[in-house]
């Protein structure tokens, strides 16, 4: 007697399932988080219409976590309460007010979901956990804190993901390689790929591979532990890259070659060749590595592909050899890397003096007014 349940039934009806779940964590979180939004928004509404000292706020506050504990349960502490009305102060106007959520029920948050495949996608004003907003909380400078929460939003981030792109400080990074509109476009937008440049660090973050700055390694275990962390490499690269090799060989004059990492980028759609060195850098490696893009541009990439990007990823550079070795234009880059997390507070500084110095170029720029 055959199965009466078609693996393809089966197939379609576990997918089914699946998304339902999915779905129903996703509203259930947006629900949680647009809750303590409200009473955040609650919370402040009350302390404006009552006593204008902050004594009198925490008061209220201290008599509602009282009250909510005693009725509700775990989860409403002072410290929580105020988190919640925090929440309400950096995001206030991302949302109308509702007056109950009932309201909420009928709109597009938990829009009941239809049964044919896939399920629709609920378009709620915050679109990450609580736990992510809490952390974003803690970030004073709201155009950061926007720009984490896009990418979190983007790349489908966990807590933990999102905690170790702010401790690698992801958004300083990428700061210091743009102009003044490019960083007030990176708060706005997030990382938008349109270059080369747009997708390079400096540094790149590697404390993920557990080796030491100290520790004798040699360019084998670096390039060993990126591939044994190949995903935390690939978070650590950004968007759009797909991995395509190791040890990459092509041969010409009965010589053979190496490339040690091989990447596509399907945003630029272009190959993207690493070369690992755990020294500084010298004048012989980037010529290494113009002979490597020149191959893959000539006999390995498509017509309708961009053109190959080289990176010589090395423990120190020197910006005036990468200048004086390189021709204008070239698609070449070096970057280097870092075995520990960063300083925030230099990236930080750098950030306000390269901002200061941008500021003052384009004051030198401006015309006197007539007086």
């Given amino acids: 007697?055959?199965?009466?349940?078609?693996?393809?039934?089966?197939?379609?009806?576990?997918?089914?399932?699946?998304?339902?779940?999915?779905?129903?964590?996703?509203?259930?979180?947006?629900?949680?988080?647009?809750?303590?939004?409200?009473?955040?928004?609650?919370?402040?509404?009350?302390?404006?219409?009552?006593?204008?000292?902050?004594?009198y706020g925490r008061a209220v506050v201290k008599a509602l976590s009282m009250a909510l504990t005693a009725e509700f349960g775990r989860g409403y502490s002072v410290d929580n309460l105020w988190m919640m009305r925090r929440f309400f102060m950096a995001y206030q106007g991302r949302h109308p007010k509702v007056e109950t959520l009932s309201q909420v029920s009928s709109g597009p948050l938990l829009a009941a979901p239809q049964l044919p495949s896939p399920l629709p996608q609920p378009t709620p004003p915050f679109t990450l956990s609580w736990s992510h907003y809490v952390?974003?909380?803690?970030?004073?400078?709201?155009?950061?804190?926007?720009?984490?929460?896009?990418?979190?939003?983007?790349?489908?981030?966990?807590?933990?993901?999102?905690?170790?792109?702010?401790?690698?400080?992801?958004?300083?990074?990428?700061?210091?390689?743009?102009?003044?509109?490019?960083?007030l476009a990176l708060a706005a937008q997030g990382q938008q790929v349109t270059s080369p440049a747009d997708l390079l660090k400096d540094p790149f973050v590697l404390e993920f591979l557990g080796l030491e700055e100290r520790t004798q390694y040699s360019e084998s275990d670096l390039e060993t532990g990126l591939l044994g962390k190949l995903e935390k490499f690939m978070l650590e690269l950004g968007q759009g890259f797909l991995f395509e090799g190791r040890q990459r060989r092509f041969s010409f004059d009965e010589e053979h070659y190496y490339v040690d990492l091989v990447f596509y980028n399907r945003l630029l759609r272009c190959f993207v060749l690493f070369d690992l060195k755990i020294g500084?850098?010298?004048?012989?490696?980037?010529?290494?590595?113009?002979?490597?893009?020149?191959?893959?541009?000539?006999?390995?990439?498509?017509?309708?592909?961009?053109?190959?990007?080289?990176?010589?990823?090395?423990?120190?550079?020197?910006?005036?050899?990468?200048?004086?070795?390189?021709?204008?234009g070239a698609n070449i880059h070096a970057k280097e890397y870092s075995l520990v997390l960063p300083s925030k507070a230099e990236l930080r500084r750098k950030l306000l003096e390269w901002t200061g110095e941008a500021d003052a170029a384009a004051d030198s720029l401006t015309p006197p007014q007539d007086s």
């Fill in 280 to 328: 500084k850098l010298t004048h012989q490696d980037l010529g290494q590595m113009q002979m490597y893009v020149n191959y893959y541009d000539r006999h390995v990439k498509l017509a309708e592909e961009g053109p190959t990007i080289g990176v010589v990823l090395c423990k120190k550079k020197h910006d005036a050899l990468v200048e004086i070795t390189l021709p204008a």
């Fill in 1 to 55: 007697m055959t199965d009466p349940v078609s693996s393809a039934l089966l197939t379609e009806v576990r997918a089914l399932l699946q998304s339902a779940r999915a779905l129903a964590a996703r509203q259930v979180n947006a629900l949680q988080v647009l809750t303590n939004f409200e009473i955040g928004r609650r919370i402040v509404e009350h302390e404006q219409g009552g006593e204008a000292r902050a004594e």
């Fill in 135 to 183: 952390l974003l909380l803690a970030i004073d400078d709201p155009n950061e804190r926007s720009f984490y929460e896009i990418e979190a939003t983007r790349a489908g981030w966990s807590l933990r993901e999102l905690r170790r792109q702010f401790d690698s400080s992801l958004y300083e990074r990428l700061a210091l390689s743009r102009d003044k509109d490019g960083v």
